[in-house]
């Protein structure tokens, strides 16, 4: 049974950084697309970005392209975010999540993280 579990959040400045981290326990990540979601207070959960088993696929919501990246270490079992030039709406508690998938972004998943907050507040 995959287990993941996010870490890295924080309280952090606008115009700030973080880089969350979700490692998984149990089956190798390799053959897993991984996702990031997010949802803030009052908010449906949304899509932050995906990175497939491959890693050659990594599309990214509007709202933070060009500011976060999703990587992955397989050696490591472990899929980052670093979020650069964080804005006051990026603050929500994020959400990793995983399917086994052959190729490109799942629409549904499987596995699901219990979450780290993010806050950006100045």
């Known amino acids: 049974q995959l287990q993941l579990v996010e870490s890295g959040g924080g309280l952090v400045q606008p115009g700030g950084s973080l880089k969350l981290s979700c490692q998984a326990s149990g089956p190798r990540l390799n053959y897993y697309s991984i996702g990031w979601f997010r949802q803030a207070p009052g908010k449906e959960r949304e899509v932050v970005s995906c990175?497939?088993?491959?890693?050659?696929?990594?599309p990214y919501a509007d709202s933070v392209k060009g500011r976060f990246t999703i990587s992955r270490d397989n050696a490591k079992n472990t899929v980052y975010l670093q979020m650069n030039s964080l804005k006051l709406e990026d603050t929500a508690v994020y959400y990793c999540?995983?399917?086994?998938?052959?190729?490109?972004?799942?629409?549904?998943?499987?596995?699901w993280g219990r979450g780290t907050q993010v806050t950006v507040s100045s």
């Open positions: 990175i497939s088993s491959s890693g050659a696929s990594t």
């Open positions: 999540a995983a399917k086994t998938m052959a190729t490109g972004c799942p629409s549904r998943y499987d596995y």
